[in-house]
């Protein structure tokens, strides 16, 4: 069912998180598992599994989730970060509730793995 993740239980207050940004549209919290010193998701409260079930009606949503995806940065003191979409579980998506990672910190090698 779409918005039953763990995300979804987030989003409606039945498990914590350590929020760093909220607004209507979307909430941004610290990564339970952090790669990097600043590790946070951003996600739409809308519940989109993927990039890949997202429609043109969201295409504001997607752009707002990367201003967003700055707006977080610039409040974690980053210059330097990386955002990540993985799309599907080949792709290590583990959580089928739309996010952006926000990755900073360190140095990040290139290519991802
Ligand atoms: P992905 O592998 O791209 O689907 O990313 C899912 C991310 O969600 C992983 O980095 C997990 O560490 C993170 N995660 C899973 N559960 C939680 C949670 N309850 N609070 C914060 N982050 C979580």
């Known amino acids: ?3 039953d993740t763990i995300f ?3 989003l409606r207050g039945e498990i914590p998180c ?5 607004d209507d549209r979307c909430l941004a919290f610290r990564d339970v598992a952090p790669q990097a010193p600043v590790h946070v998701l951003v996600i ?16 504001a949503l997607l752009g707002h989730l990367l201003l967003v995806a700055s707006k977080v940065a610039k ?5 330097a ?3 990540v979409i993985n799309t599907g579980a080949e792709a290590g ?7 952006v990672h926000v990755i ?4 990040l090698g290139w290519p991802p793995g």
């Not at 350590?18 to 909220?22: G, I, K, L, N, R």
């Not at 900073?104 to 140095?107: A, L, Q, V, Y």
């Open 93 to 99: 998506q583990t959580v089928f509730h739309l996010h």
């Open 44 to 59: 739409p409260r809308k519940p989109i599994e993927s990039l890949n079930q997202a429609g043109s009606e969201d295409e």
């Open 1 to 3: 069912m779409a918005g």
């Open 75 to 79: 409040q974690e003191g980053l210059e």
């Open 8 to 10: 979804g239980r987030i």
């Open 18 to 22: 350590d929020e760093v940004y909220s």
């Open 104 to 107: 900073g910190g360190r140095e």
């Open 81 to 83: 970060w990386r955002t």
